[in-house]
């Protein structure tokens, strides 16, 4: 695997590693969101999946190398300048901590997918690494939108829209919470239960199907 050595070595262009990956990778997930493109998680986790493939440790670039323009990163979003509105500038700087804390929360879950060996809950982390993964897309329309307008959408929100799809898939990791706590004994058992039923109620009101 001497082609995954020289692409370390080389500007990491990202099509060319993930032909690489697909030829060469394990993971199988991974292969997946990689059909999504340059995102600054694929990019940083393909690097890290061809490194680990590599048959032996490359040189360590040149570190005045200028990096792919489709390798920005979450550092990468600057305000150009001070937005004429203080309340968008506080809700971009908002958008950006939010930002981190997803993809430290995308990298938990892919974590976890790898040491995860129970098919429930493989199918529960995948799901969410793809709510996850399409908040993370959402958020960056908006950054994108305000680097160039210098403003937020004409709705005034920066509500982060979810799919019915991402919507159902966090009523059922609460479900699964709550199932929890009744396994583990909690003292609002009623209030659980209803949490569980209402959690029920709206999946079936978004087009899913409830779970046992």
């Not at 990956?21 to 940083?44: D, R």
């Not at 305000?146 to 979810?162: L, M, Q």
Request: proline share 5%; glycine share 4%.
């Amino acid at each position: 695997m001497q082609d995954i050595n020289a692409w370390l070595l080389s500007d990491k262009n990202f099509e060319v590693g993930k032909t690489l990956y697909l030829k060469h990778g394990g993971n199988s997930f991974f292969k997946t969101l990689l059909a999504s493109g340059p995102t600054p998680y694929n990019i940083k986790k393909l690097d890290a999946e061809l490194k680990s493939l590599a048959p032996a440790a490359p040189a360590i670039p040149d570190k005045t190398a200028v990096l792919p323009s489709d390798q920005r990163s979450v550092e990468q979003y600057e305000v150009k300048s001070i937005p004429k509105d203080p309340d968008d500038f506080a809700r971009y700087l908002d958008l950006k901590e939010l930002l981190k804390s997803t993809y430290r929360q995308l990298e938990r879950n892919m974590i976890e997918l790898d040491l995860e060996s129970k098919q429930s809950m493989l199918h529960l982390i995948s799901n969410n690494i793809l709510s996850l993964h399409q908040k993370i897309q959402d958020i960056y329309k908006l950054l994108d939108h305000f680097d160039e307008h210098e403003t937020f959408p004409t709705s005034g929100k920066i509500d982060i829209v979810r799919t019915p799809a991402a919507q159902i898939q966090l009523l059922r990791v609460s479900n699964w919470k709550a199932r929890k706590r009744l396994q583990a004994g909690c003292r609002d058992k009623e209030v659980t239960e209803k949490l569980i039923l209402d959690n029920n109620a709206k999946i079936i009101e978004l087009g899913g199907k409830v779970k046992i």
